[in-house]
């Protein structure tokens, strides 16, 4: 299980493309592209008032590099999956706690809360070794114990 099969997990068929496409069309798109075409959404048809220029990904048609570039570029970035189609755990890795005084958790806990796909969360550091073998600990206790309502394991290879 390496990165690249992780990224298709994660963000391959998840719906990106139709959700750019159904918000520029206000319908839901029959045939759909594997990259939107980049499109700017002019500051008077948006509620905040903001010009909102929109860019897709396709795994197929884009290089990690490219990837990157638009990462860097961009001021929001939207992670798309798909709910029927959750095979894997999420665990939320918050690292370099050494570097603040106070814990995130406050903050973390109404997000776990909220997103019922998320396992567990884990507030580590690896740079002082603060709860690092509890982060892997986490990770096969999700696997071995898995308490996601959406977890199929008949789908697992
Ligand atoms: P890649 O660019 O190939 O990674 O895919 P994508 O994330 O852009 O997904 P895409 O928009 O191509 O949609 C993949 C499939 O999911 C298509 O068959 C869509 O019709 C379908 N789909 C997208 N959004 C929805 C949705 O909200 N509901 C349902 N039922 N199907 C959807
Ligand atoms: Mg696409």
Same mark, same amino acid.
């Given at each position: ?19 750019? !496409? ?8 029959? &045939? ?11 500051? &008077? ?10 860019? &897709? ?6 290089? &990690? ?10 001021? #929001? ?15 939320? #890795? ?10 995130? !958790? ?5 997000? !776990? ?8 969360? #884990? ?19 999700? #696997? ?14």
């Amino acid at each position: 299980s390496g990165a690249g099969r992780e990224r298709q997990v994660f963000q391959s068929k998840v719906g990106k493309t139709s959700l750019i !496409m159904s918000l520029v069309s206000e319908e839901f798109p029959d &045939d759909v592209p594997l990259r939107a075409e980049e499109i700017t959404i002019p500051a &008077d048809v948006t509620p905040e008032r903001v010009p909102t220029h929109i860019v &897709d990904y396709s795994e197929a048609e884009q290089s &990690d590099e490219q990837l990157y570039q638009e990462i860097s570029k961009a001021n #929001v970035i939207c992670i798309v999956y798909s709910v029927n189609n959750k095979k894997v755990p999420l665990i939320l #890795v918050g690292n370099k706690s050494d570097l603040v005084e106070h814990s995130s !958790m406050e903050t973390i806990l109404p997000i !776990m809360n909220q997103y019922s796909d998320i396992e567990t969360c #884990v507030e580590c550091s690896a740079k002082n070794l603060k709860n690092i073998s509890e982060l892997f600990y986490y990770a096969q206790k999700a #696997v071995l114990h898995p308490t996601g309502p959406l977890y199929c394991p008949e789908e697992k290879e």
